[in-house]
Every structure is written in structure tokens, then in C-alpha cells.
């Protein structure tokens, strides 16, 4: 009897002391893995300082709350999670502004590689700049085929391989107005399928010859797909095609085990805005929006970020043909008071 007691102290004793240590070791690792970070020494050319903080409280956060075990049980895991999308290559439509740079923030951060997409050469020039050597930029149209043929040939012959593939670029199109189905014509009709949906069609079916078996396909939808949004229904029968489409093409490449899956946003903060919102009136709608946001904020490019990390990585690898709405409860919730 006496002799169990003294074990149970002993080992008790033994505990703490590897969770003490624990803690040493991750300050000091979370200390230098951010000062790297954001040197560039191990990443390139930095990281964006708004994630800093993330950084730190993933590195960090872990071993102040995990219960007392070996320290060498416990590294591979942290590490495992943290880094989900390492070593994948990633192709992100519209990478240079909003969301997609969002996500390409994001995956940097989770330890992805690869290409954004865009047209405009000096956003282009910017992101890459910001997020790192993993990532290259490559000027192209995604309503262009041919463009979209290069964009996938060059990012194969750089990096080897393609993992995910995410077909954010849409929303407003280049010189189309939007409206009621009454004002709407076929300039504009033309102009905005053409971006939202005859430009996703065409960035899974080029990319499908440079894709892995086993790869994961992002599609950007919308809520307006769901909702009757005033000047937004062209828009939204777009997206609603979208969302059908990662059904049907989750399908159709079930045999490659290559998953498709939809995140849709809502009202989130980004360039977007100014583009069809006269310069004054930008504020005032966002702040219009929030009414009909439950969360009671706008979102941000992040927040949809999060969930395509999820979709892209192998964590989600039981979600096919599925959509994540991503919009502060808005499309399911409707907040009256009684
Ligand atoms: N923001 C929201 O509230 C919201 C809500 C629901 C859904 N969404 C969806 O989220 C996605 C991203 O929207 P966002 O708000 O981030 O918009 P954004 O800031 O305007 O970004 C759009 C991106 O698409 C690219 N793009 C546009 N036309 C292109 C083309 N023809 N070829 C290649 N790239 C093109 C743009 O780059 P270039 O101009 O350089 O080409 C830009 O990088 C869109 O699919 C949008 O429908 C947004």
C-alpha cells in the first residue's frame, strides 16, 4: 500500500514536470518559428502580420491546455493539424483581391504551394509579395479556355503535381450591368455567365488532365443562390448552377476520388463593393447589410477562408458533392423579434 502511494507521487510529480517543460519548449519554438515566419528566412518573403497572432496562439494555445503526456507523443500531432494542406499545390482563381487572396493567405499559412489567378497584373504582383516564394501568379482570363489551359500547364511544370483547385474568380463582371430580369439584356447576361458560371465549368474540366486522383475542387457559390436578392438574380441563378454542379461533378469523378464542394459567402468585405457601389455609398450599404446579418458583422475574406481549408484538405475527405454556407447565419435565420 505504502509502496503505491509513493508511485502515484511520483509519477504525478514526473507529470508536471513534462507539462512545464512542454511549455518551455513550445515558447521557444512558437518564438522562433514566428520570428522565421515572418523574416522570411523559412517561408520567403513573410508572413501577412495580420496572422501573426494566429500563429502564435496555434503554436502556443496547445501546450498550455494539453493534458500532461510525453512531449514526444504530442509534437507530430500539433504539427499534423497545424499544417493541413502541407506540401499540396493549390490552383485559387482570383487570388489577387478579396477572398481569394484570403484563401491564399490561408493556405499559405497551412502549408500550401501554387498558383493565383488573376488579370490584373500590379494585385497580382502585390499578393505574391506578400504571401511568399510558394506561390506564383499567373495573368490570365478564366472566361479565356486557352488561358486556362496555360494556367494549369505552367502551374504543373512548376510545382510537379496539382492537389486542390478552388474557382473563386466572379461576382460583378467586367462592364455588366446589374439588374432586374426587366432590364437585363443579353450583353449582360453574357457577360455575367460567362464569369460566374461558363468560366467554373471550364476551370474543373481544363484542370481535370494535370489534376492527382484524389484531389479536392473548391466552387465559390453565393447566397444568392438561396435568396431573392434585389438586382442580384442573374447573379444568383449562377451560383445556384454552381451548387448543382458539385453534385453532378462529384459524381461524374467519383472513380478518380476527386471531391467537389461548395463554400458560399455572404456580404463580405471586399473590393467587390466598390465596383458596383457608387464610391460614397460603400459604407452605408455594408452597414445596411449588418442588418441582416444574425452574427451582427460583416464577414471577411477569413471567415470563408477557414472553410475552404477544411474543403481542400484531407480532413474533410468524407464531403462530396456538399455546400458550406459561410454568412453569419443570414440565409437560415431570420431574427424578428416577437
Ligand atoms: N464579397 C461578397 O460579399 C461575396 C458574397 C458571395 C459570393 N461571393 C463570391 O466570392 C468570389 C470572390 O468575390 P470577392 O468578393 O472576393 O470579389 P473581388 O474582390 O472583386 O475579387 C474577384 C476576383 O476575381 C478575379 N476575376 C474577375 N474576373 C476575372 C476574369 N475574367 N478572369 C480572371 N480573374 C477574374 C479578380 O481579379 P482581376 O480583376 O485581376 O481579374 C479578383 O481577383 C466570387 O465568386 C463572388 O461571386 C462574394
Redesign the pocket.
Known amino acids: 500500500m505504502p509502496k503505491a502511494q509513493f508511485t502515484t507521487i511520483k509519477w504525478c510529480t514526473v507529470d508536471k514536470a513534462m507539462k512545464y517543460i512542454g511549455g518551455l519548449i513550445c515558447g521557444l519554438r512558437c518564438f522562433a518559428f514566428t520570428i522565421l515566419e515572418y523574416s522570411g528566412l523559412s517561408a520567403g518573403k513573410g508572413t501577412p502580420k495580420s496572422n501573426i497572432r494566429d500563429i502564435y496562439h496555434i503554436y502556443f494555445a496547445p501546450y498550455l491546455l494539453v493534458p500532461p503526456e510525453p512531449i514526444g507523443l504530442i509534437l507530430p500531432q500539433i504539427d499534423y493539424k497545424i499544417m493541413r494542406l502541407k506540401n499540396k499545390v493549390a490552383v485559387i482563381?482570383?487570388?489577387?483581391?478579396?477572398?481569394?487572396?484570403g484563401i491564399a493567405k490561408e493556405f499559405f499559412l497551412e502549408g500550401a504551394q501554387g498558383a493565383i489567378?488573376?488579370?490584373?497584373q500590379e494585385?497580382?504582383d502585390s499578393s505574391v509579395a506578400q504571401l511568399g516564394d510558394r506561390f506564383i501568379a499567373i495573368k490570365?482570363?478564366?472566361?479565356n479556355l486557352e488561358d486556362l489551359d496555360r494556367v494549369f500547364k505552367e502551374t504543373y511544370e512548376k510545382f510537379g503535381k496539382i492537389d486542390i483547385v478552388v474557382a473563386?474568380?466572379?461576382?460583378?463582371?467586367?462592364g455588366a450591368k446589374l439588374g432586374s430580369v426587366a432590364e437585363i439584356g443579353e450583353a449582360d447576361y453574357d457577360k455575367t455567365m460567362d464569369?460566374?458560371l461558363k468560366?467554373v465549368y471550364f476551370t474543373v474540366h481544363k484542370a481535370l488532365p494535370y489534376l492527382k486522383d484524389g484531389s479536392s475542387i473548391v466552387l465559390?457559390?453565393?447566397?444568392?443562390a438561396h435568396i431573392g436578392l434585389p438586382a442580384l438574380s442573374l447573379?444568383g441563378g449562377a451560383?445556384a448552377a454552381v451548387i448543382a454542379w458539385a453534385k453532378g461533378f462529384s459524381l461524374d469523378l467519383l472513380e478518380r476520388k476527386i471531391r467537389v464542394n461548395v463554400v458560399?459567402?455572404?456580404?463580405?468585405?471586399?473590393?467587390?463593393?466598390e465596383?458596383f457601389i457608387e464610391p460614397g455609398q460603400v459604407e452605408a450599404v455594408k452597414k445596411q447589410l449588418v442588418q441582416g446579418i444574425p452574427v451582427g458583422r460583416i464577414?471577411q475574406?477569413r471567415d470563408?477562408a477557414k472553410a475552404v481549408v477544411f474543403l481542400g484538405s484531407d480532413e474533410s475527405s468524407f464531403l462530396l458533392g456538399t455546400e458550406i454556407l459561410v454568412d453569419g447565419g443570414s440565409v437560415n435565420l431570420q431574427p424578428f423579434k416577437a
Do not use: E, H, M, W
Request: zero cysteines; proline letters at 6%.
Open positions: 482563381t482570383g487570388g489577387n483581391s478579396g477572398i481569394g487572396f489567378v488573376g488579370r490584373a494585385t497580382l490570365a482570363d478564366v472566361t473563386n474568380a466572379g461576382g460583378a463582371a467586367t464569369l460566374n468560366s465559390i457559390g453565393s447566397n444568392a447573379y451560383k458560399s459567402p455572404a456580404a463580405i468585405d471586399t473590393p467587390v463593393f465596383k464577414g475574406p470563408v
